[in-house]
């Protein structure tokens, strides 16, 4: 490392290794999530306590289903790209490689989890 | 040449040493409320998940969900959406190079702060 010149050290890095599609996708998803989650409020909020039949019969119309589903898929895949932000600000080396894997891995498995859990209340 | 050695300078932000001000302060709570929401959100895919189980599991998942601690977390979590998605149109204005005036920045912070009250409010009194 005492050898590298700094252009050597940034040469091929890119803009933090990913240019702007990172932006691009969190500005993306965002605004897809001010649409959604407002709905989703509406739409889950009210049947939080409510009895196991109302739950199921409610999630298997098809609005409501989508809905859920849709906001888990893409408020995860945001919080995924977000949380990568935030362990590449207090992280360091090969700790912050080994918890980007780990909340990449969480982020992935809750929306594969959702995905099972609303598809099978609503098929 | 370019110094071999790479220079130690201190990390920012320099967090211990700023005064709290409404920029920074409105700032990090759109990271800590957009982080935090992993929590409920893990709590109602539990929930979901319960109930596409059997009326056992959900019997489980509905008794957290709606014990205290478990309203506790919902309702914070509330506000944490509302704080969120209200800080993420604060960004999306300035992406259009809008509002990046102190003045303007600091208004759209109490906005955020107030507003997210009044939401959570609102949304609690609806149901």
């Not at chain 1, 895949?77 to 090969?94: C, P, S």
């Not at chain 2, 320099?14 to 929590?39: C, D, E, K, W």
């Not at chain 2, 993420?88 to 990046?100: F, K, P, S, Y």
Request: with cysteine.
């Amino acid at each position: 490392m005492a050898f590298l010149t700094d252009r050597k050290r940034a040469n091929g890095m890119g803009a933090a290794n990913t240019g702007t599609a990172h932006f691009r996708g969190m500005t993306v998803s965002s605004v897809v999530l001010l649409v959604l989650v407002p709905v989703f409020i509406f739409i889950v909020g009210p049947l939080i306590g409510e009895d196991h039949d109302t739950v199921t019969t409610y999630f298997s119309r098809p609005f409501p289903a989508l809905v859920a589903l849709l906001t888990f898929v893409v408020g995860l895949v945001h919080f995924k790209n977000g949380v990568t932000v935030l362990i590449e600000d207090y992280a360091q080396g090969l700790a912050r490689k080994i918890w980007i894997i780990v909340m990449t891995a969480v982020s992935y498995a809750a929306i594969a989890t959702a995905i099972f859990a609303i598809a099978r209340i609503a098929l | 040449m370019a110094d071999a050695k790479q220079p130690n300078r201190p990390l920012s932000p320099h967090l211990t040493i700023y005064r709290p001000q409404m920029t920074s302060i409105s700032s990090i709570f759109v990271r800590i409320t957009g982080n935090a929401l992993l929590a409920s959100t893990l709590l109602l895919i539990w929930w979901f998940l319960a109930a596409a189980t059997s009326a056992s599991a959900f019997e489980s998942a509905n008794y957290v969900i709606t014990s205290w601690p478990g309203d506790m977390v919902m309702i914070l979590s509330l506000w944490a959406l509302w704080y969120h998605t209200l800080g993420g149109v604060r960004h999306l204005i300035w992406d259009t190079g809008r509002g990046l005036e102190l003045v303007a920045a600091e208004r759209m912070g109490w906005v955020m702060i107030i507003g997210s009250l009044v939401l959570t409010a609102l949304t609690i009194f609806c149901f």
